[in-house]
């Protein structure tokens, strides 16, 4: 079983960064790509980045290009995401989760495990 629990969420003001982290049990986590899903409130859930299993290859969605910054450490069952300028709009509850492939993809019908999020909230 896999487990996934995020950290690093809080409270910021516009403009400011944050960074949030995803620890995964289990020793299979450097076997399959990853991504970060966040969803706003009375919103549906949405893809924000995604990274293949070595590391070597990122994308993201273009709401959070250039902002945002996904990446991994296999050897901590760490998964990282680095945020910045953010804004008001950026306010919502940021998931982890892991793909069902070492690749991955931007549709959440492509992740089998999830944690259970961490909130994000940037006041203006």
């Known amino acids: 079983q896999v487990q996934l629990v995020e950290s690093g969420g809080g409270l910021v003001q516009a403009g400011g960064s944050l960074r949030l982290s995803c620890t995964a049990s289990g020793r299979t986590f450097s076997n399959y790509a990853m991504g970060w899903f966040r969803q706003a409130p009375g919103q549906e859930r949405q893809f924000i980045a995604g990274?293949?299993?070595?590391?070597?290859?990122?994308w993201y969605a273009d709401s959070v290009k250039g902002r945002f910054t996904i990446s991994r450490d296999n050897a901590k069952n760490t998964l990282y995401l680095e945020m910045s300028s953010l804004s008001p709009e950026d306010t919502a509850v940021y998931y982890c989760?892991?793909?069902?492939?070492?690749?991955?993809?931007?549709?959440?019908?492509?992740?089998?495990?999830w944690g259970n999020g961490t909130l994000v909230t940037v006041s203006s």
């Open positions: 989760a892991r793909s069902e492939t070492t690749w991955g993809s931007n549709r959440m019908a492509g992740y089998d495990y």
């Open positions: 990274i293949n299993w070595t590391g070597g290859a990122t």
